[in-house]
């Protein structure tokens, strides 16, 4: 059985590295940021029940990066 990651340092990590990809490759960066709004967005779901679906679907992908962000997500939204 592997060992539980950081999820803390793990998405300090990735932001990390997104900042330096947002240095040189600022279109790129500015379309995953448009992108990552227009999912969250508020529409016939709120955001937090958006949240918790990309939570869902980041555990049954088993994307360790995504499951941090979406909890961060969830925590600053009060869940």
Known sequence: MSA???YKE???TVATKMNGL???QPDLM???SQLAAA???AGALDKKT???VALGISVACRCDDCIGFH????VKLGT
Do not use: S
């Open 30 to 32: 500015t379309a995953f």
């Open 71 to 74: 909890v961060q997500a969830l």
């Open 4 to 6: 539980i990651p950081d």
């Open 39 to 41: 999912g969250t967005k």
């Open 10 to 12: 793990l998405t300090k």
């Open 50 to 52: 958006r949240e918790l």
């Open 22 to 24: 947002r240095q040189t």
